[in-house]
């Protein structure tokens, strides 16, 4: 799976936008992007996944640049409540099982 | 759809004691996963099942690891003689085949080896 890179922390005010990114250079052509996030002392969420084009659910948008080299997940109006550490991950799902491979992701403060 | 669910939550065993986890998945899922997390890091893969087949096993799973998934629903996962760095949350998910559509997590079960 591809290797994926994402900063450390982050801090975002209460209803303001929250835009956490990631940088996948090395994401091959079928491999997918996937956001999850892990609220303190719980498992693991998914959010949002996508390809090639920009996706919009419920709960997030996920902006992947045209070379699909980075993405950017947006939280449109976050809440306390998104206060988590956010997991951007590469899965490939040509021949292999798709487990996925997370690193540290992101924690993102959403303060008052 | 009562989500994943993970027995017990909290285990606390003495060095060299055996323990054993439960993780019940999304009735309809057929794939089911076990993963570890230590402090400050993401979750590891451990292993996972297709239905009641394991298809896959991490090498972080040592000799001392088991997991069956016996009738394709529910899963266990055992720790024989436990060691202080077993210390971690154990996570379980399930998903539909290859979780194109996401995996499901459970709360997850924090193990203490003192």
């Known amino acids: 799976d591809a290797k994926t890179t994402q900063p450390t922390s982050m801090d975002c005010a209460e209803g303001r936008a929250a835009n956490l990114p990631c940088n996948h250079s090395t994401i091959s052509g079928n491999e997918y992007v996937y956001w999850y996030r892990q609220i303190h002392s719980q498992g693991p969420q998914y959010i949002i996944h996508g390809l090639k084009n920009n996706e919009t659910n419920e709960m997030a948008s996920l902006i992947i640049t045209e070379d699909r080299k980075s993405s950017t997940l947006i939280l449109p109006h976050a809440t306390l409540r998104d206060t988590a550490v956010y997991y951007c991950i590469g899965v490939n799902y040509g021949g292999s099982q798709g487990n996925l491979i997370f690193g540290k992701g992101t924690k993102l403060s959403v303060k008052p | 759809d009562t989500g994943v669910s993970q027995d017990p939550r909290h285990k606390i065993t003495k060095r060299g004691q055996n323990v054993t986890f439960r993780c019940d998945p999304i009735?309809?899922?057929?794939?089911l996963y076990w993963y570890r997390q230590t402090l400050g890091q993401g979750p590891e893969f451990l292993t996972y099942?297709?239905?009641?087949?394991?298809?896959?096993k991490s090498r972080l799973l040592s000799d001392r690891f088991s997991a069956e998934r016996p009738k394709g629903s529910f899963s266990t996962l055992e720790i024989q003689r436990t060691e202080q760095g077993d210390s971690a949350m154990y996570l379980c998910?399930?998903?539909?085949?290859?979780?194109?559509?996401?995996?499901?997590f459970g709360s997850g079960t924090r193990l203490t080896v003192v």
């Open positions: 009735s309809e899922h057929n794939r």
């Open positions: 998910a399930s998903s539909l085949k290859e979780g194109v559509r996401g995996y499901t």
């Open positions: 099942f297709q239905n009641e087949a394991q298809l896959e």
